[in-house]
């Protein structure tokens, strides 16, 4: 037994001490205390976020999108809703991918992934993070539309 909560001990600090801690507070999202990038509400519409350097240069939306999902129901038989965000160049309106992780674990991948960097976005790691994180929620959306 002294093992075993030595062990869960041992697997818990190993968690915490790896895990980043993502804060958005006055518009500047930080990882673990380090500001890294600028999110800023959009002017026009409460769906998008835009995601800027910390030199004020908009770089990415994050965009929130949704459909109902007639399998997905909830305790009284309505479809419930599925969110998912779309991750847009701010430049090229090319959509990276969608993600269902949310904004403060996107952050969180961007920082991990070294995505955006003070030059710009490192295409080839959100190429990367595309891979690993991507989702195609649109055509699934798509096809329960049919």
Known sequence: MKKLIILLTALFVGFVANAQ????????ATVDGVEYVKVKKDPVTASVKNVATLSDSTLIYLKTQSYKDPNRVDAKG????????????????????????????????????NVI????INEAN???????????YSRRRDELSR
């Open 21 to 28: 801690k993502v804060k958005i507070k006055n518009e500047i």
């Open 117 to 120: 960097t003070a030059n710009g």
């Open 78 to 113: 309505v479809p419930m809703s599925v969110y998912y965000l779309e991750v847009i160049n701010a430049n090229t309106g090319e959509i990276y991918f969608e993600s269902g992780v949310g904004i403060k674990n996107t952050i969180k991948a961007f920082y991990l992934e």
């Open 126 to 136: 959100m190429q990367k993070l595309a891979i690993k994180y991507g989702f195609d």
